[in-house]
């Protein structure tokens, strides 16, 4: 008899893992519910043009039978500088996309909790997330993780995409003041 292993891992994401992260970040897209953006970026480059690259990482799940033990990306987080001004380098905007496969298994905490330790490390002091009313998942694993809702930003945007594309979205505004960095 052979036995199963799940082993999750928390990695920095790097160019190998990009068609993986792309994909689950396709997934997120499709549901509707995580993204205004209709598509992932187009290359590892473009994606790294846009992200804080130390904070960008990866869970990789160890699956399978003891002899044939396999290792996939299950999820991915990432943090996005909110402005190019001096005054915001330590504010950041956090993404966390965990594969459809793989959701409800602890892999978002998991993820999310590497991602704040990971930007204290780099000087970050606030962590911000816009998420869509209707994405109860993640309001839950970010409120987890100390993030309180600041605002709701009304018709902040127009999806082009999906089953609601041309309805304006509302997004709230959520954000984690690090007890750590900044201080």
Known sequence: ???????IQIVAMTADHWPAVAEIY?????TGNATFA??????WEVWCAGKINACSLVALVKQGADAELRERVAGWAALSPTSTRAVYAGVAEVSVYVAAAQQGQGIGDRLLAALIARSEAQGIWTLQAGIFPENHASLRLH????????????WLGKMEYGPRAGEWRDV???ERRSQVAGR
């Open 1 to 7: 008899m052979q036995v199963q292993t799940v082993a």
């Open 26 to 30: 396709r997934q997120g897209i499709a």
């Open 38 to 43: 209709a598509a992932p970026p187009a290359s």
């Open 143 to 154: 409120a987890k993780h100390g993030f309180r809702q600041v605002g709701l930003r009304q």
């Open 172 to 174: 709230l505004l959520l």
